[in-house]
């Protein structure tokens, strides 16, 4: 074996292999989130009216953003240095400091919050006792978000599917029995998500035994400064994505009114949640080992190459599909009330493919830390994508909402293959792109002769998908190195 050979299985096939038997046990919990997406469309599209599918989109948009704002980067944080902080025994203090951090962000929002409650009304067309429920829900979910990080962090993906199932099951049944009984419109999903929230907030804490690690001492002043060196840039990138995906849904309102804003909302929860849940399988299990194979000194440009030829393999067959069957997924899985929510299913579902794809170009970034340089490509594209959405969504409607969002998305995702850290660019893997692409070829020849046959679309879905696989697998006749 020569060295060379050596290197290789070092630094590239025994990670990916130890990734993807993590895949495999968090697939069950994306999965799962897949299929209750999924079904919470046609469960609260035939509960609510557009009207209050709007006005709960815009509900979740608003508590994204104060996440994004207060409490998702303290979580992100939470994942990035515990391994550097386990290296060197400084557990306890270390999330003794991201819970006091965490707690003081919150409690700036809830000043700023009661502040500027009447600017936050108008400014987001939301009503009062809307923007109450989401200042209650921010709590569990910030402290879930926290929680979930550790545990990526600890490397347990078998806790992390249990309590990611068990939360999406609870979520349904709690909202749909609220919306069943009490007729509160949109307060009701808020409530049910709440009350299962705050259930799995405790299951986690005993998950991450982090009872067990926390002390409250004194914050570390240096721990402070570089969660905040790191995870500030990210709430400000985020925010610009947010601007990018989720402003579109406040435009439309202030334009069109809060029906339209619901068929964006429907549109949005059919791509977005659904695409990126199973798109993050592989990230979810890679970069926790991504980030220890780089404390560790190893080289980690050779196994993220290889896991941007899996996303491709499973990403572009899926979009493709929502592309071609756009019509027909919208009379599928919503009510006929939101039909014309299909013009958007094509630009979201390869908006959600360009998006997912940066968290393999951006990884460079948050290994290197220098989160800024990742901040600063995401606000030029969150400022165009804004601009772009209040200019198209004016003269084009719906049709502009799509443009607009996948325009900035594709500019986003350019710009992180362009703006490169060195010794930590993306690699790309040429042949494996190109293998998957010529498969296509066949499905889409079938696909043309299938369209407008006898069979049901679910049944031509499923033809299509298996017959892609199929071929990958015929064609790939060097399968060890495939998995090596």
Same mark, same amino acid.
Request: aromatic share 16%; with cysteine.
């Given at each position: 074996?020569?060295?060379?050979?050596?290197?290789?299985?070092?630094?590239?096939?025994?990670?990916? %292999?130890?990734?993807?038997?993590?895949?495999?046990?968090?697939?069950?919990?994306?999965?799962?989130?897949?299929?209750?997406?999924?079904?919470?469309?046609?469960?609260?599209?035939?509960?609510?009216?557009?009207?209050?599918?709007?006005?709960?989109?815009?509900?979740?948009?608003?508590?994204?953003?104060?996440?994004?704002?207060?409490?998702?980067?303290?979580?992100?944080?939470?994942?990035?240095?515990? %391994?550097?902080?386990?290296?060197?025994?400084?557990?306890?203090?270390?999330?003794?400091?991201?819970?006091?951090?965490?707690?003081?962000?919150?409690?700036?929002?809830?000043?700023?919050?009661?502040?500027?409650?009447?600017?936050?009304?108008?400014?987001?067309?939301?009503?009062?006792?809307?923007?109450?429920?989401?200042?209650?829900?921010?709590?569990?979910?910030?402290?879930?978000?926290?929680?979930?990080?550790?545990?990526?962090?600890?490397?347990?993906?078998?806790?992390?599917?249990?309590?990611?199932?068990?939360?999406?099951?609870?979520?349904?049944?709690?909202?749909?029995?609220?919306?069943?009984?009490?007729?509160?419109?949109?307060?009701?999903?808020?409530?049910?998500?709440?009350?299962?929230?705050?259930?799995?907030?405790?299951?986690?804490?005993?998950?991450?035994?982090?009872?067990?690690?926390?002390?409250?001492?004194?914050?570390?002043?240096d721990m402070i400064k570089s969660i905040f060196w790191y995870g500030v840039p990210l709430a400000i990138a985020s925010i610009s994505l947010w601007m990018?995906?989720?402003?579109?849904?406040?435009?439309?309102?202030?334009?069109?009114?809060?029906?339209?804003?619901?068929?964006?909302?429907?549109?949005?929860?059919?791509?977005?949640?659904?695409?990126?849940?199973?798109?993050?399988?592989?990230?979810?299990?890679?970069? @926790?080992?991504?980030?220890?194979?780089?404390?560790?000194?190893?080289?980690?440009?050779?196994?993220?190459?290889?896991?941007?030829?899996?996303?491709?393999?499973?990403?572009? @067959?899926?979009?493709?599909?929502?592309?071609?069957?756009? @019509?027909?997924?919208?009379?599928?899985?919503a009510n006929s009330k939101y039909q014309n929510a299909y013009i958007l299913l094509p630009y979201f579902a390869f908006s959600a493919f360009f998006l997912?794809?940066?968290?393999?170009?951006?990884?460079?970034?948050?290994?290197?830390?220098?989160?800024?340089?990742?901040?600063?490509?995401?606000?030029?594209?969150?400022?165009?994508?804004?601009?772009?959405?209040?200019?198209?969504?004016?003269?084009?409607?719906?049709?502009?909402?799509?443009?607009?969002?996948?325009?900035?998305?594709?500019?986003?995702?350019?710009?992180?293959?362009?703006?490169?850290?060195?010794?930590?660019?993306?690699?790309?893997?040429?042949?494996?792109?190109?293998?998957?692409?010529?498969?296509?070829?066949? @499905?889409?020849?079938?696909?043309?002769?299938?369209?407008?046959?006898?069979?049901?679309?679910?049944?031509?879905?499923?033809?299509?998908?298996?017959?892609?696989?199929?071929?990958?697998?015929?064609?790939?006749?060097?399968?060890?190195?495939?998995?090596?």
């Amino acid at each position: 074996m020569t060295n060379e050979v050596r290197k290789h299985i070092k630094e590239v096939a025994i990670p990916i %292999r130890d990734i993807l038997k993590d895949m495999l046990k968090y697939a069950p919990s994306k999965l799962f989130g897949l299929l209750g997406n999924a079904i919470i469309i046609p469960i609260y599209t035939n509960l609510l009216s557009p009207s209050q599918y709007g006005a709960y989109a815009i509900a979740l948009a608003v508590l994204s953003f104060l996440c994004i704002l207060f409490s998702d980067w303290v979580g992100l944080s939470g994942l990035r240095f515990f %391994r550097q902080n386990q290296l060197t025994d400084k557990i306890p203090n270390y999330l003794s400091t991201l819970f006091v951090i965490l707690g003081s962000n919150l409690f700036v929002m809830y000043i700023l919050a009661f502040l500027f409650r009447n600017k936050f009304y108008s400014y987001f067309s939301i009503q009062p006792k809307i923007f109450l429920f989401i200042l209650v829900l921010i709590i569990p979910v910030a402290l879930r978000a926290l929680l979930f990080q550790v545990l990526r962090a600890q490397i347990k993906p078998g806790a992390f599917t249990i309590s990611t199932i068990t939360n999406q099951i609870l979520t349904i049944v709690i909202s749909v029995f609220i919306l069943k009984f009490f007729n509160l419109g949109a307060v009701s999903i808020l409530i049910g998500m709440a009350i299962s929230i705050s259930i799995i907030d405790i299951v986690l804490i005993f998950q991450s035994d982090i009872l067990k690690y926390i002390k409250f001492n004194m914050p570390n002043l240096d721990m402070i400064k570089s969660i905040f060196w790191y995870g500030v840039p990210l709430a400000i990138a985020s925010i610009s994505l947010w601007m990018i995906n989720q402003s579109n849904k406040f435009i439309t309102s202030h334009h069109y009114g809060l029906k339209e804003a619901g068929l964006v909302g429907v549109a949005y929860n059919m791509t977005f949640p659904i695409l990126m849940t199973l798109f993050a399988i592989i990230t979810i299990a890679a970069f @926790p080992r991504v980030i220890n194979l780089y404390e560790d000194k190893i080289n980690v440009k050779g196994v993220i190459s290889r896991l941007t030829a899996y996303y491709v393999l499973v990403s572009i @067959p899926l979009v493709l599909v929502i592309c071609a069957y756009a @019509p027909d997924l919208i009379t599928l899985f919503a009510n006929s009330k939101y039909q014309n929510a299909y013009i958007l299913l094509p630009y979201f579902a390869f908006s959600a493919f360009f998006l997912s794809f940066t968290d393999y170009t951006t990884m460079q970034y948050h290994l290197a830390n220098k989160t800024y340089v990742l901040t600063i490509l995401k606000v030029v594209s969150g400022i165009i994508g804004l601009v772009l959405n209040i200019i198209l969504i004016q003269k084009l409607g719906l049709l502009g909402v799509g443009v607009a969002t996948l325009i900035a998305n594709i500019l986003y995702f350019l710009l992180t293959v362009c703006i490169v850290i060195p010794g930590l660019e993306w690699e790309i893997p040429y042949k494996r792109i190109f293998h998957n692409l010529l498969c296509l070829i066949p @499905p889409v020849i079938l696909w043309y002769f299938m369209k407008d046959s006898f069979l049901y679309v679910g049944a031509q879905i499923m033809i299509l998908l298996l017959f892609y696989y199929w071929l990958f697998y015929l064609t790939n006749n060097r399968r060890k190195n495939f998995l090596d």
